[in-house]
């Protein structure tokens, strides 16, 4: 398989005011997952796997494209109430495009899922991918894994993929240590959150000098923390 790691770009004062205007109660890595997804070509016949209407992100999806869902909770309003690690109930090679969002680090064969979305996507169809990495346990009902770029890389060529990109979703070390240690009650939250970006931002601009994107042995070590990952794998 194919499968490159994709430096994450240096972070700015105008990527902190485009992420921040997503919500100010927002952890910095739920908004650069909606940054990506706000940036998708969504096509075709689309699955969402673990989301559903009443899904947060429901409102990326164009409204002449037709979406399916699955959920094990009826409250997000999926088309589909599934049972974990339950086959899917669709045909195979049904979805020009599938997107999981948060979800595959609350399955427990994650790797039984990978093969199930593969079965249900058409040749060249693409998977898009966010979970958390270095981030809290979180269960909704259970948290269970959490992978390096080396897992994905092997995962997803054993479950038949032809090729993926993972990028790191990392805005720097600072934002990614408070996500670890913890925000903080609502009143202090967003001052710690814009503190912690901006010693990023100019950590950045000193270490990086030059440089777009978190790239060789420096920007590995920032990457290195990263509070989540965005994969793209096809088909």
Known sequence: MDFTLV??????????????????????????????????????????????RNAEYAPIFPSDTQVLSVNIDAEFDPT?????????????????TVLTFNTLEHIFDDIGALIELARVMKPGAALHITVPFLYRVHGHPDDYNRHTPSWWQQAL?????????????????????????????????????????????LSAKIRMRGQSHYTGRRGERVWHCAPGWYICATR
């Open 7 to 52: 430096d994450p770009p240096i972070p700015s004062f105008a990527d902190w005011r485009r992420l921040r205007a997503k919500g100010r109660d927002m952890t910095i890595l739920r908004a650069m997952e909606y940054d990506i997804l706000d940036r998708l070509q969504v096509t075709g016949r689309v699955l969402d796997f673990g989301g559903g």
């Open 80 to 96: 589909h109430i599934v049972t974990p690690g339950a086959r899917l109930p669709f045909d195979d090679a049904t979805f020009d």
């Open 157 to 201: 060529a054993q479950c038949g993929y032809r090729r993926a990109t993972l990028l790191p979703l990392v805005f720097g070390r600072a934002t990614a240590g408070q996500l670890i240690t913890g925000r903080g009650d609502k009143l202090v939250r967003p001052l710690t959150t814009e503190w912690a970006a901006m010693k990023d931002i």
